[in-house]
Each structure stands twice: as structure tokens, then as C-alpha cells.
């Protein structure tokens, strides 16, 4: 059973920065996609970041673009969410979630088999 664990949640201040950890708990032979959600009290999920694992290219929401950065380490099956000058508005439970199959749907919680626990992300001074 494939577990993904997440690390890196916190408190961070206004125009701080935080970084978000995955990693997968067992070698996937085959990962198409990891990507970042984030879901705000009263919100549904949403999509935040996706790297595609073969060839590392990435897409974001507009409101995370020029300020996160998503990477991967195919070595150790980890992907990472680099959140720079975040805002209040970035507070929120951030989930790293992960595909085998190709999908077009990236952007929809429902294309992914498995998922982190969540991490608390809150911005406040």
C-alpha cells in the first residue's frame, strides 16, 4: 500500500516563506504526476501545483504563480511545494496527492490514487 507523508507545515508570516515535503513510502514503478492541493475552511480542495515526473514540467494555479515552486526528486520518490512570499490567503490545509495513470484532469482532485495527510499551512503575523 502506497503511503505518502508529508512534512514542512507551519506558521509563517506575511511575505515569509515555508517549504512543503512528500515522499512517497514505497518505490511506485510508475508515478505520472505529483501535485499540491490546498483546501481552506469552508472551501473545497483546490488545485495549487503539478510536476509532471518524467520530464519535470510544471503548472500552476494563478494565485500561487511567481511566488511557489514545485520540484521532484525521482530518486527518492519526493516532491516538494518552495512557498515564497506567501499571504494570508495562502492558510490552509495543503495536500500532496499523486497519479499513475495519465490523466487530463490534472487540475481535479479525482484524477489522483493517493494522497498526504495534510499539512497546516497558517499565515498570520
Known amino acids: 500500500q502506497v503511503q505518502l507523508v508529508e512534512s514542512g507545515g507551519g506558521l509563517v508570516q506575511p511575505g515569509g516563506s515555508l517549504r512543503l515535503s512528500c515522499a512517497a513510502s514505497v518505490q511506485i514503478s510508475h508515478i505520472y504526476c505529483m501535485s499540491w492541493f490546498r483546501q481552506a475552511p469552508g472551501k473545497e480542495r483546490e488545485f495549487v501545483a503539478r510536476?509532471?515526473?518524467?520530464?519535470?514540467?510544471?503548472y500552476y494555479a494563478d494565485s500561487v504563480k511567481d511566488r511557489f515552486l514545485i520540484s521532484r526528486n525521482v530518486t527518492s520518490n519526493t516532491a516538494h511545494l518552495q512557498m515564497n512570499r506567501v499571504r494570508p490567503d495562502d492558510t490552509a490545509v495543503y495536500y500532496c496527492?499523486?497519479?499513475?495513470?495519465?490523466?487530463?484532469?490534472?487540475?481535479?482532485?479525482?484524477?489522483?490514487?493517493?494522497w498526504g495527510q495534510g499539512s497546516q499551512v497558517t499565515v498570520s503575523a
Open positions: 510536476i509532471a515526473w518524467r520530464l519535470g514540467i510544471t
Open positions: 496527492a499523486l497519479a499513475t495513470k495519465v490523466d487530463s484532469r490534472y487540475m481535479s482532485p479525482s484524477a489522483y490514487e493517493y
